[in-house]
């Protein structure tokens, strides 16, 4: 016990620098949530948290046994008092924190610079877990048996490293100056911490390539481009092998996923910062703004679509659209379609194949029809578009081609549908650089748009009774040359009477552009 007498801080329980224990400043900050505190306040925790500690030896250990005379002990009393008295209370919260601790890194746990995230829902907060540990170190004397001691240590790291991540976690929803540097410290000692516990190898390496990005966004934010790129390149290299070994530990499978998201948040950013050193941008937090904006897009809500809508794996998606669109605007290329206008305006090129039936009683035949339809990339932004499909895409089956009621009588129809220039325009996508263009950022991923075009076949086979079979496919994204108008955008003539509702009075003040 008397190792452990040293300031705590009272937001969360982190030991507090040895610098600030030995200075004479009534004052004292902490080095892992990075809040400032009087000394006094500091010590009144302290005292308080060594209380409790020894009210839960007394409770643990038999009446009239000090810790403090262990070594006068037996070792087979010890190792008898740890088995029948503290084991069995420990392994309860060695089980609960070990689940927790899974819990917690099975979301991503980094933001990117200027951007706020949602802190991960715990079960224990960080000075629960800097609890836990001071208790693990005050009974390590009645650990006599390797894999007691073991038990014990492995505890105390996951306990420690959990709380500062926990720390992190929070730190997520504060835009202040200098959290990156402090989240790059608690990773960097989480890392260490985990590193020491057999079977967390693939944690420890993925916390040593969080840190590297933490101090990368914190390089960036004091306007050092090229060694946030560094930092970054390490970073993702270090991800991506972390990701490997994951891949191989089944009892680490649960961060596969947040481990996505993060090489890709990792991507954006050496983006960013290689377009400053490229000279294409002066400004790489007015693009990580961006980014921000593109994260905190609130959607509107719909039963129909939430659950779509609130996919993490979404924000991977997405921001693989901007790291595309960032690396074209790097001397890289885009799908675009040939044509005038200063706005690059991104749709998902659909292939549609349908049938339907035609002809009368005696003489009805199938007829199957392909078609093109073009989706803005952005309808998840639009409510109207969500809650009636028909206005969120080229409606072909409202610009059916007229025919007879003979014809179709006699079954000569061949469509009834209307694709116009729609199939040739998308076609005519190409790889090519976007100049001095500006691209709109799409906000819906290919799950979606197809999901789009399942709930408008829908809507139409109730409008269109001949509509039998239709097997959508979503191709691809494409980016078609739109210029600026009054009422937002003008699209190319190809669309004629198919131009998508939803763009008919587009605010191009409020769509997301690089």
């Given at each position: 016990m008397d190792?452990?007498?040293e300031l705590?801080?009272?937001y969360?329980?982190a030991?507090?620098?040895?610098?600030?224990?030995e200075?004479d400043?009534?004052?004292v900050t902490c080095?892992?949530?990075g809040?400032?505190?009087?000394?006094?306040d500091a010590?009144?925790?302290?005292?308080?948290?060594m209380?409790?500690?020894?009210?839960?030896?007394?409770k643990a250990?038999?009446?009239?046994?000090?810790?403090s005379?262990t070594?006068?002990?037996?070792?087979?009393?010890r190792h008898n008092?740890f088995?029948?008295?503290?084991?069995?209370?420990l392994?309860?919260?060695l089980?609960?924190?070990?689940?927790a601790l899974n819990?917690?890194?099975s979301s991503?746990l980094i933001?990117l610079p200027?951007?706020?995230?949602?802190?991960a829902k715990t079960?224990?907060?960080s000075?629960?877990a800097?609890?836990f540990?001071?208790?693990?170190k005050?009974i390590?004397?009645?650990a006599?048996?390797?894999e007691?001691?073991?038990s014990i240590t492995?505890?105390?790291?996951?306990a420690?490293?959990y709380?500062m991540i926990?720390?992190?976690s929070?730190?997520?929803t504060d835009?202040t100056?200098?959290?990156f540097?402090?989240?790059s410290?608690?990773?960097?000692?989480?890392?260490?911490s985990v590193?020491k516990c057999?079977?967390?190898e693939p944690?420890?390496?993925r916390?040593?390539a969080?840190?590297?990005?933490c101090?990368a966004?914190d390089m960036v934010?004091n306007?050092?481009?090229s060694?946030c790129?560094l930092k970054?390149?390490?970073?993702?290299s270090?991800?991506?092998?972390?990701?490997k070994?994951?891949?191989?530990?089944p009892?680490?499978a649960?961060?596969?996923?947040a481990?996505d998201?993060e090489?890709?948040?990792?991507r954006t950013?050496?983006?960013?910062?290689?377009m400053?050193?490229?000279g294409r941008?002066?400004?790489?937090?007015?693009?990580?703004d961006?980014v921000?904006?593109?994260s905190?897009?609130?959607y509107?809500?719909s039963?129909?679509?939430?659950?779509?809508?609130?996919?993490?794996e979404?924000d991977f998606e997405l921001?693989?659209y901007?790291?595309g669109i960032v690396?074209?605007?790097?001397?890289?290329?885009?799908?675009i379609?040939p044509?005038?206008?200063?706005?690059?305006y991104?749709f998902?090129?659909v292939?549609?194949?349908?049938s339907?039936?035609?002809?009368?009683?005696?003489?009805k035949?199938t007829v199957?029809?392909?078609?093109?339809?073009l989706?803005p990339?952005?309808?998840t932004a639009?409510a109207e578009?969500l809650g009636?499909?028909?206005?969120g895409?080229t409606?072909?089956f409202?610009?059916?081609?007229d025919k007879s009621f003979f014809?179709?009588m006699k079954?000569?129809?061949?469509s009834i549908?209307?694709?116009?220039g729609?199939?040739?325009?998308a076609?005519?996508a190409?790889?090519?650089?976007p100049g001095s263009?500006?691209?709109?950022?799409?906000l819906s991923?290919?799950t979606?748009?197809a999901r789009?075009v399942?709930?408008?076949?829908?809507q139409?086979?109730k409008?269109?009774?001949?509509?039998?079979?239709?097997?959508?496919s979503?191709k691809?994204?494409i980016?078609?040359?739109c210029?600026?108008?009054?009422?937002?955008?003008?699209?190319?003539?190809?669309?004629?009477?198919?131009?998508?509702a939803?763009l008919?009075?587009?605010d191009l003040?409020k769509?997301?552009?690089?």
């Amino acid at each position: 016990m008397d190792e452990m007498i040293e300031l705590r801080c009272k937001y969360c329980g982190a030991p507090l620098d040895r610098k600030d224990i030995e200075s004479d400043s009534p004052y004292v900050t902490c080095p892992s949530c990075g809040t400032t505190q009087q000394r006094v306040d500091a010590k009144a925790y302290m005292d308080q948290m060594m209380a409790q500690i020894k009210s839960w030896i007394g409770k643990a250990i038999p009446g009239g046994f000090s810790l403090s005379q262990t070594d006068n002990v037996d070792p087979i009393a010890r190792h008898n008092i740890f088995v029948n008295n503290v084991k069995p209370m420990l392994d309860v919260e060695l089980r609960e924190y070990r689940f927790a601790l899974n819990s917690v890194i099975s979301s991503p746990l980094i933001v990117l610079p200027f951007s706020k995230g949602e802190p991960a829902k715990t079960d224990h907060t960080s000075t629960q877990a800097f609890e836990f540990n001071a208790k693990l170190k005050s009974i390590e004397p009645l650990a006599v048996d390797q894999e007691s001691k073991t038990s014990i240590t492995d505890g105390e790291n996951l306990a420690s490293a959990y709380a500062m991540i926990v720390n992190n976690s929070n730190l997520l929803t504060d835009t202040t100056p200098g959290r990156f540097a402090l989240m790059s410290n608690n990773f960097k000692d989480s890392a260490e911490s985990v590193r020491k516990c057999n079977g967390y190898e693939p944690l420890a390496a993925r916390l040593e390539a969080l840190s590297e990005v933490c101090s990368a966004s914190d390089m960036v934010l004091n306007g050092d481009a090229s060694g946030c790129a560094l930092k970054t390149e390490s970073a993702i290299s270090k991800l991506e092998a972390a990701k490997k070994d994951i891949l191989a530990n089944p009892k680490m499978a649960v961060m596969i996923r947040a481990v996505d998201i993060e090489i890709g948040q990792c991507r954006t950013l050496k983006n960013v910062t290689e377009m400053v050193m490229n000279g294409r941008t002066k400004d790489p937090l007015k693009m990580l703004d961006l980014v921000n904006q593109l994260s905190s897009i609130d959607y509107p809500r719909s039963r129909e679509w939430d659950r779509l809508l609130g996919r993490q794996e979404r924000d991977f998606e997405l921001y693989g659209y901007v790291e595309g669109i960032v690396s074209a605007k790097n001397g890289g290329t885009l799908p675009i379609c040939p044509g005038a206008g200063d706005i690059l305006y991104p749709f998902w090129d659909v292939d549609l194949r349908y049938s339907f039936t035609t002809g009368s009683f005696l003489s009805k035949k199938t007829v199957e029809v392909k078609e093109d339809l073009l989706v803005p990339a952005t309808f998840t932004a639009s409510a109207e578009a969500l809650g009636n499909p028909r206005s969120g895409l080229t409606d072909i089956f409202a610009a059916a081609p007229d025919k007879s009621f003979f014809d179709r009588m006699k079954g000569d129809q061949d469509s009834i549908s209307g694709g116009a220039g729609i199939g040739r325009l998308a076609d005519s996508a190409a790889e090519n650089s976007p100049g001095s263009r500006e691209v709109v950022i799409p906000l819906s991923t290919k799950t979606e748009a197809a999901r789009l075009v399942e709930c408008y076949l829908d809507q139409s086979s109730k409008t269109h009774s001949q509509l039998k079979l239709s097997k959508p496919s979503v191709k691809r994204l494409i980016y078609i040359p739109c210029g600026k108008s009054v009422n937002g955008i003008t699209l190319p003539k190809e669309f004629d009477r198919l131009a998508p509702a939803i763009l008919r009075n587009t605010d191009l003040e409020k769509t997301l552009r690089i």
